[in-house]
């Protein structure tokens, strides 16, 4: 099984340029948390010679992996080979626990010492996978390593089948944003180990988290092979803060568990792909996925209406997937009730008191068809403003409201204003969905969370409208769905500092 095979590293690449600015860095990763550092020696210029190797690894403060990646495999080291595997033995001689060494290299010609076989693909994850893994496991190394390029979290799914069926102590590692999940899960199925980076922008490879993201966001300390997922499908998601809050919540509430990234790119084939293939891995001990842009309407198709509560059905979109036993989903929706609740507590009304309100919604997407369903469903007058038509009045006739262009929203005569599209959405902070605040307007909604306060709600603000802020309906949906997952009342006031904080900070 698994979680046999013994510690799994927390391994810091360190890629400084000069040799005392590694060995400061090492000192710094060990100070941080890590297990073990990599010093990748193809990247120091001039390349090192035996005193410089020395210098470097002379009574390290942790165990160390010596690195000297070729150009052929994704690295930096372009000399003569024969020159390249003496800075190897020379790294061992020097006091490096293990040596790096690619699976194209004569084991005859490894250098003396613990020995990891590498195996990199820079260009996608390679057909013939489970063929290599075999021909690394088959080799006189110690510890085998594969690392590929991921294209989706499908592929990174791939990467966590060699840990769950390694024969020896194993790294797999899918490179990229959509890897990350193989690099966040891997003490779950007790891999030798995987890679962090010290700081932003000293990453030895693409998709590399650092130690700080891999211990305190993401737990690392904590997981076991029994540790429940959950995550967030969709694209692009460098913008998400719900790993923040909901592995704050799980934190709080003491449970074994972690929230993760899925990248899945847009289009109803590639969702299902990504679900088919978690269910056929049932070891991964997923329990529920939230789902974002672009696959609301995908996941309401892959769990089925039937399989889907009311309101889900209702708006044509799910944003929350439970995992039930023998393969069973189950589809929700929280956008709706997240956004009417945070509505209704800035007004200070019941949800009864929005019967007879005028609202005027902007967008006919998603989340507009989400507001859309709650304030009919409450017997709101609402009239859909958008700017293309046709999507307004199928979004309309859908809930039987009106329809109009956004070219006739300055003649509106809406009591409530909310904007559902993503104009003035970080990084795009400048922009607004309207020039002027309409005359009849006293209440301003944004459902966009980052920025806090956006331009479109500055300019309320300026009218003296009671603005509402989107930060308020994604902490509520969220919220929603960690009881929908757990059982128990989500840590409000956890979520709530977590996600403002993490604005305040400038982080997306």
Not at 86 to 99: N, S
Not at 326 to 331: E, I
Not at 340 to 364: F, N, P, Q, S, Y
Not at 405 to 413: C, I, K, R, T
Request: with cysteine; hydrophobic share 45%; glycine share 8%.
């Amino acid at each position: 099984m698994a979680s046999d095979r013994g510690h799994t590293r927390l391994i810091c690449s360190l890629t400084s340029p000069d040799a005392v600015s590694m060995r400061a860095d090492m000192v710094a990763a060990a100070a941080a948390g890590a297990d073990t550092v990599e010093c990748r020696l193809d990247l120091l210029q001039p390349a090192p010679n035996e005193r410089t190797l020395r210098s470097l690894l002379a009574d390290p403060p942790l165990e160390v992996i010596a690195t000297c990646r070729p150009v052929r495999q994704g690295g930096h080291f372009a000399g003569e080979e024969s020159w390249r595997l003496e800075i190897l033995r020379l790294a061992v001689q020097a006091g490096a626990t293990f040596v790096d060494v690619e699976d194209d290299v004569d084991p005859a010609a490894w250098p003396a010492g613990r020995v990891i076989c590498s195996f990199h693909e820079m260009d996608g994850c390679p057909p013939d996978l489970e063929k290599i893994v075999r021909r690394l496991d088959d080799s006189p190394a110690e510890v085998s390593k594969v690392a590929f390029t991921a294209s989706s979290s499908q592929d990174a799914l791939r990467a966590l089948d060699v840990l769950h069926n390694a024969r020896k102590p194993t790294l797999a590692l899918a490179m990229g944003e959509a890897g990350a999940v193989s690099r966040i899960l891997a003490r779950k199925f007790s891999a030798f180990g995987t890679f962090a980076s010290l700081r932003r922008g000293a990453e030895s490879a693409a998709g590399q988290l650092t130690i700080q993201e891999m211990r305190q966001l993401y737990r690392w300390d904590g997981h076991s092979h029994t540790t429940s997922i959950y995550g967030v499908v969709g694209y692009p998601l460098a913008h998400t803060m719900s790993p923040a809050i909901h592995n704050a919540a799980f934190a709080a509430e003491d449970l074994d568990a972690v929230y993760v990234p899925l990248l899945v790119q847009p289009g109803e084939d590639n969702f299902r792909r990504f679900m088919d293939a978690l269910a056929d891995r049932p070891w991964l001990h997923w329990r529920g996925l939230s789902i974002t842009i672009p696959h609301k309407a995908n996941a309401l198709a892959y769990v089925g209406p039937k399989s889907c509560a009311k309101l889900a059905r209702q708006i044509g979109a799910v944003n929350t997937i439970l995992f039930g036993s023998r393969k069973r989903l189950r589809g929700e929706n929280t956008d709706c009730v997240a956004a009417l609740d945070a509505l209704c507590e800035a007004m200070g009304i019941r949800r009864a008191e929005l019967a007879g309100k005028t609202v005027a919604v902007l967008g006919a997407g998603g989340a507009a068809r989400a507001v859309v369903a709650g304030l009919r469903e409450y017997r709101s007058e609402v009239t859909v403003y958008n700017r293309t038509l046709d999507r307004a009045e199928e979004l309309a006739k859908t809930f039987s409201c009106r329809a109009a262009g956004l070219d006739e929203v300055a003649g509106m005569s809406a009591e409530i204003l909310i904007n559902c599209t993503s104009v003035g959405m970080h990084p795009h902070v400048d922009s607004c969905p309207l020039a002027a605040i309409p005359p009849s307007v006293k209440v301003v909604f944004d459902t966009i969370y980052n920025p806090v306060r956006t331009r479109l709600l500055q300019r309320a603000g300026e009218k003296n409208c009671l603005t509402v802020s989107g930060v308020e309906m994604f902490i509520n949906q969220a919220m929603v769905q960690f009881k929908l997952w757990t059982g128990r009342e989500a840590p409000a006031d956890v979520m709530r500092r977590v996600v403002l904080e993490k604005l305040d900070a400038g982080g997306a």
